[in-house]
């Protein structure tokens, strides 16, 4: 009985790549608040960097996917509290203007994250640390048949009333 939900998603799985593109790819992708923009010199911390991995498969100029990243860093060096980390989890629909194959790949995303944090608190923690959001932007990629690259920029509403922020998300995928 237990085999029979595996079974399913095995052919789902099956049929959908058999039917359309699939892409899996990693990203890199960095946060910027309004204090960030408004500085005069911008200094990525490396702390604050989000890297992970995707799928996504694509169906005709429609796309459906799940992203997943991480972040390790350190608050309190001199301490213990170097096991914090922030995880991502999104899903997300994305609209190509050409075929995901094309040599140049504009696209417009959007969807649904959760983002959070955990560890060691040296202190309290707010909400803002474990938050969902919505997302919406878009970007470019170019793509050499089964490569590609991309950028995409967004913007991340928070659901939990914090400040919205930008975020840039750069990556690299095989498509199938």
Not at 32 to 39: G, M, N, V
Not at 103 to 114: H, N, T
Not at 126 to 151: H, I, K, M, R
Request: proline content about 4%; aromatic content about 20%; cysteine-free.
């Amino acid at each position: 009985m237990k085999k029979i939900p595996l079974l399913f998603l095995f052919f789902l799985i099956f049929t959908m790549a058999t039917f359309a593109e699939f892409s899996l790819g990693v990203t890199g992708s960095y946060d910027f608040t309004e204090e960030i923009l408004d500085a005069e010199e911008i200094e990525i911390d490396q702390a604050e960097l989000m890297y992970g991995a995707f799928a996504e498969i694509h169906l005709g100029k429609f796309g459906l996917g799940a992203q997943y990243s991480v972040d390790y860093f350190t608050i309190f060096p001199e301490e213990a509290y170097n096991d914090l980390r922030t995880s991502n989890i999104a899903a997300f629909i994305s609209l190509r203007l050409f075929k995901p194959r094309f040599l140049i790949d504009p696209f417009f995303e959007g969807g649904y994250g959760i983002v959070m944090t955990t560890g060691d608190y040296p202190f309290e923690m707010e909400d803002t640390y474990n938050y969902q959001y919505v997302f919406g932007g878009g970007g470019v990629g170019v793509n050499l048949y089964f490569v590609g690259v991309f950028a995409k920029a967004f913007y991340v509403m928070p659901l939990n009333g914090s400040d919205p922020h930008y975020r840039l998300t750069m990556g690299a995928k095989l498509i199938f």
